[in-house]
Structure formats: C-alpha cells, structure tokens
C-alpha cells in the first residue's frame, strides 16, 4: 500500500466520527469528574473569604488566647489561595510518569484519591477546630488538578475522532467554567458561604471525584495507548468499535500503526530529551507560549480587579457577587460557543480572535479606569471590559489551547511535553498571582497596558509560527511542523497487520 502524502493510506476510506453515546458518556464522566473539580476549587474560596478568616482568627484565639492580627491573618489566607497553584505544579511534575505507567484512563481514576482524601479533612475542619486542615487540603488539591489538566485532555484527544478532537478537547475548559460557575452559586452567601455552611461548600469537590470512580471504570481506556504502547491491538480494536459505534475501525487502526512507525526514530522521550530534540523545537515553543500567554494574559488579574470596577462603577458590595455570576454565566456561554465552532472555524481563527478581544478590552479598560474619575459615566464602560475580556477569553485562549497540545505530538513525546506543558501552566499562574498586587501597587491602571503587550504579542506568534489542525492526522500535523523545524522525517513503511509490541518507557 502507497501510502499518501502525510502519511495516509491511500485507499483509506474517508471516514467521519460521529459522537456515540459511549464515547459522549466517557467525555462526561471524565470531564466532570476531573475539570469540574480544577474550575471549583479555583473559585470556591473567593466569595467566601470572610466567613473563612474569621474561622481562622476564631480558632487561634481559642488555642492561644490572643486575635491573629492583620498581617498573620493576611499570611495564612495567602498561603489558603496560593498553596492551589503550588501543588498543581507538583502535580504537573508526576502526570508523564504516571500516564505512562498507569494509562489516562488508569491516572484519572487514581487521581480520585486526591479530591476524595482532601474533600473529607476540609467537610471536618471545622468539628476539628483545625484551619491546617484547609491550607494541607488545598496542596492535595492542587496535586489533583495539575494531574487532571494534563491527563485528561491527553483521554479525550485520544478518544475522538479527528473531526471531533476540537470539541472534545474543550470539553476540559467547558467543565472547568461549569466548576467555577456553580463554586460561584453554591458560595453566596444565601446558599452555603456562610459561617454554617463554608464546611459543606468545601466538602462538595469530592462528589465529582466519588462519581468519576464509580463511572469510569466501564469506559474503555485510550486506543492509542492501548495499541501503541501496551501492543494489545484485539483491546484497541474492541475499545474503538464502542466509540465508534461501527466494526469497521480498521482505518482507524491503520492511522495509528502510520504513527507507530512515524515516531519509532524518537523512540520514548523524557523531558530533557524534548528540550534537546530538535524535530519538536517549535512544537514544545508552541505550547509553552500558549500556556504562558493564557495565563499571562491577565484573566486572573481582571478576576481580581473586578470588584473594584464594579465598586466604581455604583455597584454595591452585596449586589457584586450577583455580578460576578453574570459575567459567570457570560464565560460558559462563551466557551461552549467556541467548543461548537472550533471544529467549523479552526483552532488558529478562535485563538486570535479570543487575544486580539482580550488585548483591546484590556486598553480600552485601562483609559477607563484612568478617566473615570472625571468622566462617571466611563466606570460602565469599565464595566463592558470587563465582560468583554471574559467573552474574549472564553473563545479562544481558555479552551483551544487543551485541544493544540495534544495535536502537535505524537504518542511518544506527548506525556513528557504535557508535564512541560503543565509546568508552564501553574508557574506562571503563581506568578501572576503573586506580581499582580504589586505591579497594580505601583503603576495602577497602566498594568493592563502590559496584558494587552502580551495579548497581542501572542497573537502575533500563533499567525506566524501555528499551522491549523483542524482535520488533521496527528502525523499529518507532525508533517508539517517538520519543515519549521528544518527536518526530513523518514516514510511511514507499508501497512503491517501484526500487533504492535508493547515499547518501553523512558521517562
């Protein structure tokens, strides 16, 4: 069999997925179970940050008899919210190793330990008079999410159908908008942020851990690790034919015995090895530059700042939260627009229609927060940015990213590039986290001038350094990003009908 240029049989039928339901009710029970928990406990100790110092304050004056005061207790709390971040670092540093030894699917489910574990200290902090509980429970947190945002948009890009990649891997970002959004309605203080409720509202992040546990098991495990690197090609077989809802895979087969072969001269790569491998220059840039410019782009700081210009802008304190989920509500909207357009206007068209939004939102908030003083009327407008940058977000830069990543590698390379990946993430989340108050201290309005910068420096390498995947084989898109990298890759062999043998992992 000749095969075609970018490595696909020429006789291969053109075949389209379609969403089947054991496929869809694996996307839900994954997603759910592991994004829904990253976008809650990012969210779920905002609103309620109140109810929760004053625990702390309460319980060290009942062990040492005297208040924390403000600069202990504005430590703790700090440490409360950046000790998240912290561990999803750490999580990010051990989720190659374990999706390679455990699979995806075996990952996300051990996982559940770390949600579970911590769900059950934090629901008993309060009984246990014991606020360490809390801050030690947000470390495993972190943990958990760093492990699920890199395993499971690797699950769900290797579940779908090319035509479907793009949907299913926003998944991940839709189902972390959905935990922010609800960790935002459950956190009023009508509902659960209150000083009887704050213990529950906690303890819920174990519920979508408990029902991914129960759940996922009866979900096939990836076919493309399964096939490429277990070797156990009748499994494979047997967990494409349920999602794809039809006998006939072996196209399917074929495109991953043509990756197989593709990537036989990188053989298993480490994270040292991507670094210095010159055939995956440009993809490893690729998405260090997207993960640091989703995060650097200053949606964290807009999250922060939010408050202050609903305050300027006449909105009371008690009516801000309400506000808050508004422009919740605009994010999810948003994102599941973008998550059913990806696949119809491509990954590159959202991504820089998502930072050339954000970039002009954020100038345009920045000489509204300068005039409004003079101007009353521009705290609206102030107001319009905000909501704005959250839609411009939601299109582009939160969900599209999950789905590039996993695109631009290959199997073997793929866990090592999502710990870099991961990695970028979460660093560069602490740091905004932790520059932000002082680069807004110093300078004020004019910090969003440097999120523009970044914003539409991003956009400036994605037009010129990104192709497009959409409808892409992943070997196709290697293809590509070969001749940026200044590389002959070798001719995929011809079509073998044997079992592909189980390949050792260095890592």
């Given amino acids: 069999m000749e095969p075609k240029e970018g490595g696909t049989p020429a006789n291969a039928p053109a075949q389209k997925g379609r969403l089947q339901p054991t496929l869809v009710l694996a996307t839900l029970s994954a997603a759910f179970g592991s994004a829904f928990q990253y976008g809650y406990n990012i969210s779920v100790v905002n609103t ?10 309460e319980t060290y004056f009942e062990r040492h008899g005297v208040s924390l005061g403000e600069e202990r207790l504005m430590l703790l709390w700090s440490c409360t919210v950046s000790m998240f971040p912290l561990g999803g670092f750490l999580g990010s540093l051990v989720v190659g190793l374990l999706v390679d030894r455990c699979g995806r699917k075996g990952t996300l489910l051990l996982n559940n330990v770390f949600a579970i574990v911590p769900a059950i200290l934090m629901g008993v902090s309060k009984v246990a008079k014991a606020f360490e509980l809390i801050i030690f429970s947000r470390v495993v947190l972190g943990i958990c999410a760093g492990i699920s945002y890199s395993a499971l ?3 769900l890009g290797e579940l779908a159908p090319k035509n479907l990649r793009g949907t299913l891997g926003t998944m991940t970002e839709v189902f972390v908008i959905v935990g922010v959004f609800l960790a935002q309605i459950f956190s009023l203080q009508a509902v659960l942020g209150n000083p009887t409720g704050w213990p529950l509202l906690l303890a819920l992040t174990g519920v979508p851990a408990l029902i991914q546990l129960l759940s996922l098991p009866f979900f096939p495990e990836s076919p493309r690790y399964t096939l490429i690197q277990k070797g156990d090609e009748g ?6 034919q349920r999602l794809r809802g039809c006998p006939d895979v072996d196209a399917e087969l074929e495109e991953m015995r043509l990756e197989d072969q593709a990537e036989r001269a990188e053989g298993r790569l480490s994270v040292w090895n991507l670094f210095t491998f010159r055939p995956l220059r440009w993809q490893l840039i690729s998405i260090i530059v997207l993960m640091a410019g989703q995060q650097l782009s200053g949606v964290n700081a ?3 700042y939010a408050d202050l210009i609903y305050t300027s802008a006449g909105i ?3 009516h801000s939260q309400y506000v808050t989920v508004g422009a919740g509500v605009v994010n999810i909207v948003m994102t ?8 119809r206007l491509g ?3 959202l991504l820089l229609a998502g930072y050339s939004i954000c970039g002009s939102a954020c100038l345009v908030l920045t000489l509204a927060l300068l005039f409004q003083s003079q101007v009353q009327e521009l705290s609206y407008l102030g107001v319009v940015c905000v909501f704005s940058y959250i839609a411009g977000h939601s299109i582009g830069p939160s969900p599209v990213p999950s789905v590039v990543r996993t695109e631009v590698f290959l199997q073997s390379s793929r866990p090592a590039a999502f710990t870099v990946d991961g990695a970028t993430h979460w660093l560069t989340n602490f740091l ?4 932000f108050p002082s680069i807004q201290k110093h300078i004020g309005a004019y910090s969003f001038t440097v999120f523009a910068g970044i914003c539409f420096l991003t956009a400036v390498y994605i037009y010129v350094v990104i192709p497009e995947t959409k409808g892409k084989t992943f070997v196709e898109i290697n293809r590509i990003f070969a001749a940026r990298n200044g590389v002959q890759l070798p001719e995929p062999e011809a079509e073998s009908t044997e079992a592909v043998p189980a390949r050792e992992t260095a890592f």
């Avoid at 309620?48 to 304050?57: A, E, I, M, R």
């Avoid at 499994?235 to 494409?240: G, H, I, K, S």
């Avoid at 599941?336 to 696949?343: D, G, I, L, M, Y």
């Avoid at 905004?432 to 520059?435: E, N």
């Fill in 432 to 435: 905004v986290g932790f520059v």
């Fill in 336 to 343: 599941v627009v973008s998550a059913f357009t990806v696949e």
């Fill in 347 to 349: 990954r590159r068209r």
């Fill in 316 to 318: 009371g304190a008690t």
């Fill in 235 to 240: 499994a494979a077989r047997q967990a494409l």
């Fill in 48 to 57: 309620p940050h109140k109810v929760l110092k004053s625990f702390y304050n």
């Fill in 302 to 304: 807009i999250n922060y």
């Fill in 153 to 155: 948009p690797m699950y």
